[in-house]
Structures are given as C-alpha cells and as structure tokens.
C-alpha cells in the first residue's frame, strides 16, 4: 500500500513537471506553426526561446528595481504589473530575434537552414552572457514577477476542491501558474485564427504556395514579416515561462531551454503543423521528457533511454506522415524557400 | 526608388570582395561592442583578438585543431548539400563516428597500434554512414522531408551517447566515461590516440596528424565530387531531379550512397575528435559543431577548399571570444555573440552576390510606380 502511495506521489510530481516542461515546448511550437505556415521554417526556435527568457527576466529585474517603493501601495495590482511588464519585455525582445530572422531571410533571401542555426548558436550566446553577467547567478532573483507567475488561481482550485472533496481536483487540475493555461489559450486562438479567418487563410496560402498568393494580391512580405516576428514573440513565452515558473525567476546556465526548443521544432512536426493536436502533444513530450522519473532505476542509464522517446516518436509521425500522403497532414508546400518574384 | 533584380552571374573577384567587405564590418561591429562592454582601449581587443589564435604555440596547435575538426565535417556535408539534400544530422553522424571509435578503444585496445586506429576509424565511418544513410533511404523511398529527419536523428544519437556515458561512468555518478587509455604504466596506455603512439608523450605538434589526414580529406572529398562520375551524378540530382531520373540516374541510389558518404566523413570527424584530441567521448563531443559546420559548407557553396577558409575563420572568432571573456573577465558566451555577428555578415552578404541593387531616383515624387 504504501509502495502504492509513494508511486501515486511520485506520479503527481511528474505530472506537474511534465506539465510545466509541456507548456516550455508548447508555446515554443505554436510560436513555430506560425511562422511555419507563413513558409518560413525557423530553426532558430531553441535562441529565439532563451532570449525570450533573458528578456522576460533583465525586464522583471529592472522594473522590480525602479519600482520597488510602489509595491506596498499597489498590492495585488503591483504583482500584475510586474507580469504584464515581464511578458511584454519576453515577447518584445523574442520578436526582435524573429525580426532579424525575417530580414535575413525574406528580405535578403539567405538561406533559412542556415540562418536559423545561426540565430541559434546566437541566441544562446546572448542570453547565458547576459545571464551569467547578472552579478552572482543564482542569487539575483526576479521574486515579484516569478511569485506571481507561479500563483495558483486560488478561487478556482477552492471551488473545484470543494466540489470534489475526496479527489481535490482543483489542486490537482490548477496546481500551476496562469500561464499553462494560457498557453492552451493561445493554441485555441491560433487554431481559430489559421482556419476559420480569411487573414489566417491567406496566411496559409503564402506558405503553401508563394507565387500563387502573390498572383492573387497578397502582400507577401507583410504576411512573412509578421507572421515570423509574432512567431518568434509567442515561442520566447516558452523561455519566459521556463525562467518565471521552473527556475522561480533566476538565471541558470544550462542546455535545458535549447533542449526544450528543438523538442518544439519536433512538436511541430509530430502535431503534423495542427495547434491543437500540439496540446496533448506537448504534454506527451513533457511526460516522456520526466517519465524516468516514474520508474527509476529501471536498469542503468534507462532515463537516457526514455529522454529519446520524444524523437523517436517524431521520426514515426514523420514517416508515417510521408507514407500515407495525406495532403492535410504535410508540410506548408513552399516551406524552407526564399520567394524572389522575378524568379519562377 | 529601390529596385532588385537578381545576377546572372558574378565575377570571382567581386565575390571575393564583397564577402571581405562583409567579415571587416562584422569584425569592426565586433569592436565596437567588445569596446562598449568593456570600455578597453579598441587596439588592445584587436590584440587580444589576434592572441587568441596566435599568441602562443599552444593556441596555434588549438586553432589548426579546431579548424580542421571543423572542416572534415563541413567537407563531410559538401555531397548532400551539393544534391541539394539538407543534412542538419551531422552531430548525431559525428556524435555516432566517436561512439564507435570509442568501443575499439575501450575494448580492443590489445590490437596493434595502427590496425587499432585504422579499424577504429572503419568502424567510425560505418557509424556514421548507417547514421546518414536511414535519413537518405526515407527521403528516397517515402520523400520524407530529411531536414526535420536527420534534425530528429541528432537528438537520438546525444541520448545513445549519454546511455553509454552512463552505464561505461569512470566514477560513479558523473556520467563521464573519463580518459580512455589515460592510465600511465597500463598496458593500454596511449592505445587508440593518435599522435602519442608514435612519439611516446603528448605535444602540442601531434596535432600534426590531424591536420594532415584532414588536408587528405578535403582533397579527396574535392577530387571525388568533380573527378568521379558518382561526383557528376551528385550534382546533377542537385540541380535537377528530374533531368537526372531521364537521363538515367538511379536518384534513389544517389541519395542513400552519398548520404551514406556524408555520414561516413562526419563519423570520420568524430573518431578524430575521439582519437586525436579528447581521448574520451561525451555528449558534448560534438559540441554543436554539426550545425555549425553546416554553415560554413552552405557559405563555401560546397566547395572544400573555401570550407578550410571559413573553418578558419569561425575558429579564430571563437578562440578570439575566448581570449576576450578571460583577459576581460566576461563570461564564456561572449564567444558564441562574436561568431554569431560574423555569421550573420557573412550570410547577409551572399543576397549582394546574388543580386543586384539599383537606386535609381527617376520615380520620385511617386508620379509612377
């Protein structure tokens, strides 16, 4: 029995850790149908996501910093704040990153591959250099904004608890910050936006086939600017998320967020370019991610083992995807292509 | 008005001269930033730039090491680029090279020194082929999209490498398998390294070997794409799929074989990085040189040499971003913001020799569009 208990405990943390590294990958992978579905394939996702946590965090210090004596006064509001001005400074900062992308690119026509990689060995570099330049890292903390950041929506979990008494299911469902949800959120709003606006059809269009929708009037380069750059904005949520809510708003240098990325490039792939099949996806990923976790030890090295799954899974859909040729179900025609008008 | 029109051709000096253009601006760029950081006198950074390859022999030995590290995996992407196939696996092809080159080593070290080496490297290669070739044989036969592919085949190529760091740990805990072969007095001292075997001890000027075989690699590789008809049948598939199916060419051979020789060369990369410098293998054996490679083989435009050129000067950014973070007390990525600059001038710099740019004042007032 007890060995049972102890399972089911172990089981909730993974859960909650599956949970939170699944909204890392999917805002990274929505961030990237975006941009994908415009044509543009950037591979730069995994930079693009650590400076979006840079940006969420130097923004949450430096308002905490110039703000600190209105905190007393304002009270909750002050709390808001502080995540409204980290978010903007993580989407800001993520959709300059998407911007240089873009220019790069669509503009100069370079290769996306390449630039992509670029952007990434880039990404990382400014990041972890601000972030270990933060004075002694692991000590300088964002406390406001990561506090608030990983607030429960206290009414909701009480009144989920209290209607289900024995299971507590509110703190069960709602043992997270606001932003998983928001992620989900996001993820209706893309889907939304990609098939039932005429906008998000014409974006569609310019990546499926670039000519075809410049024939028919489409402002190609307003389409390709934007959606790349508002991409590149909603993946480096994920970084923000990653900092605010896993690492409580401090700066570590590590891997795990450049992991994360190309776990959302894979998302993207295993989604089959459908945001709402990346939600369950993105839990998918984050319970593979953490499920050595569950059964420990089950021989040696067997978390390794595990960690692989995600791609391994990605590379099935992948062939699957390419075996049965489902025209829904494969890449944005013009995809990884530089568009020069004159050329055809 | 601005007007773009694209080049029918370029003149090999222009080109040349654009892309200097380009590396001078980004190193200037470069300059500036390291002077705004650090408020250093700007002739003291260059120095220390330049000191970062060349002060001392022991970094000269670091920065030939590294270039041509470097190179032998670009050389390794110059087939698959070359018929327009998007390789992004190369640090899963090397990370598997320096597997099997470590098994040897670990566990054949009583073979005799130069058939161990050379059948480490055998067994480097055919890693790293198998690697390259599942990748070749699902575009050839489903047209599986190989970018995302051979992206994929990386991350499981670092996980198998961390399962064997696991369960082969020198010390329990670190999921390091140590220096293989390091012992002093063992009878498998110095087996499998190169260099040492033949001198006894290690010098910097064992890098010697590494340098040499590679230079063999980038002529070979060279010769094989424009000597060979397989080379010919490679560039054909390249620029046109179709003219290759008429004209005879068998495009899903093509397609697994010289995948199965990338992969093969960027294993080779990775019994070097095994062999000749690390003496060990982990999951940063690789150390995403695999992508970076991938950039200075699409800036060469697939040619070998010139892949030497930008190895170079990647490597000497690198070491200079080094040099500048210790002698300025910046932090290690300071690094990877200076290659990242350079790589993006030199990127950007490839739409002016592809296109051309008129300026032209006719339309002002917008009269006419």
Redesign the interface.
């Known amino acids: 029995m007890s060995g049972f208990l102890s399972f089911l405990s172990s089981f909730s943390t993974t859960l909650t850790f599956s949970i939170t590294f699944g909204t890392v990958i999917l805002f990274g992978a929505l961030g990237e149908i975006l941009s994908e579905k415009g044509g543009n394939?950037n591979?730069g996702v995994p930079g693009i996501m650590y400076i979006g946590a840079i940006g969420s965090l130097v923004g949450a210090l430096w308002f905490q910093g110039a703000t600190s004596g209105m905190a007393a006064s304002l009270g909750v509001l002050y709390s808001i704040l502080c995540v409204l001005v980290c978010l903007i400074f993580a989407f800001g900062m993520s959709m300059l990153g998407g911007l240089?992308f873009a220019y790069?690119t669509i503009?100069?026509?370079?290769?996306q591959?390449?630039?992509g990689?670029?952007?990434?060995?880039?990404g990382?570099?400014?990041?972890?250099?601000i972030g270990?330049?933060l004075g002694s890292v692991g000590t300088v903390r964002a406390d406001v904004t990561s506090d608030a950041v990983k607030a429960y929506i206290t009414p909701l979990v009480k009144w989920l608890d209290g209607l289900t008494d024995k299971f507590n299911l509110g703190s069960l469902l709602f043992r997270h910050g606001f932003m998983v949800y928001f992620a989900i959120v996001v993820a209706i709003a893309l889907w939304y936006f990609l098939t039932k606006t005429r906008t998000g059809l014409s974006l569609r269009a310019v990546g499926e086939n670039t000519a075809t929708a410049d024939a028919a009037g489409i402002n190609i380069n307003k389409y390709k600017y934007l959606s790349t750059c508002v991409g590149a904005g909603i993946s480096g949520l994920g970084g923000c998320f990653y900092v605010m809510e896993y690492i409580d708003g401090l700066w570590e240098?590590s891997a795990t967020i450049g992991?994360l990325g190309?776990l959302a490039?894979?998302l993207v792939?295993f989604a089959t370019w459908k945001p709402m099949r990346c939600i369950w996806g993105a839990y998918l990923f984050g319970l593979l991610s953490w499920f050595y976790f569950l059964v420990p030890g089950l021989f040696?090295?067997s978390?390794?083992?595990f960690?692989?799954l995600p791609?391994?899974f990605?590379?099935l859909v992948?062939?699957l995807?390419?075996?049965r040729r489902k025209p829904e179900d494969q890449?944005p025609g013009s995809l990884?292509k530089a568009y020069?008008r004159?050329?055809r | 008005m601005i007007r773009i029109t694209k080049r029918d051709g370029i003149s090999s000096l222009l080109s040349v001269a654009i892309r200097v253009i380009a590396v001078i601006a980004a190193l200037i760029l470069c300059l500036i930033i390291t002077f705004l950081f650090t408020g250093r006198d700007p002739l003291r950074v260059l120095s220390e730039m330049v000191g970062g390859s060349f002060g001392t022999s022991k970094r000269m030995w670091e920065f030939l090491q590294r270039t041509m590290i470097l190179s032998c995996i670009a050389v390794g992407l110059a087939p698959a680029f070359k018929m327009h196939f998007w390789n992004v696996g190369a640090e899963g092809q090397m990370l598997m090279g320096g597997l099997g080159a470590l098994i040897l080593m670990k566990f054949c070290w009583v073979i005799p020194s130069l058939p161990l080496l050379i059948l480490m490297a055998l067994l480097a290669i055919l890693f790293g082929a198998v690697w390259g070739m599942i990748p070749g044989f699902f575009k050839a036969k489903w047209n599986a999209n190989e970018t995302l592919f051979t992206l994929m085949m990386n991350y499981i190529a670092i996980q198998i490498v961390l399962y064997f760091c696991t369960i082969w740990e020198g010390t329990v805990g670190t999921v390091k398998i140590g220096i293989v072969n390091g012992e002093a007095g063992a009878p498998s001292y110095h087996k499998g390294w190169i260099g040492e075997m033949f001198t006894g001890n290690f010098n910097d000027k064992d890098f010697m070997w590494l340098v040499l075989i590679v230079l063999l690699v980038v002529v070979a590789m060279w010769a094989y794409l424009r000597y060979t008809k397989q080379g010919y049948e490679i560039s054909v598939v390249g620029d046109s799929v179709n003219t290759a199916k008429y004209a005879g060419i068998r495009v899903n051979k093509v397609y697994v074989r010289s995948m199965a020789i990338s992969g093969g060369v960027c294993g080779f990369a990775g019994f070097l990085a095994v062999s000749a410098v690390s003496r060990t293998l982990t999951d940063l054996t690789a150390d995403g040189r695999g992508f970076t490679a991938i950039i200075i083989a699409w800036l060469a435009h697939t040619n070998p040499y010139l892949m030497l050129v930008f190895a170079a000067l990647y490597t000497f950014m690198e070491l200079a971003g080094k040099q500048m973070a210790s002698a300025f007390q910046l932090n290690d990525y300071y690094s990877k913001i200076l290659t990242g600059i350079v790589l993006f001038f030199v990127l950007g710099c490839e739409f002016f020799t592809n296109y051309k740019v008129h300026i032209s004042k006719k339309h002002k007032g917008g009269a006419a569009k």
Not at chain 1, 107 to 111: G, I, K, P, Q, V
Not at chain 1, 117 to 122: A, D, E, G, K, S
Not at chain 1, 124 to 129: C, E, K, R
Request: overall charge neutral; charged content about 10%; aromatic content about 10%.
């Open positions: 394939l591979l240089l790069l503009s100069l026509r370079t290769n591959n390449v630039t990689l670029t952007l990434t060995i880039f990382t570099g400014i990041a972890n250099y270990g330049s240098t992991a190309w490039v894979a792939i040696k090295g978390d390794k083992i960690q692989m791609y391994l990605t590379l992948l062939i995807v390419s075996l890449p990884g020069f004159e050329e």
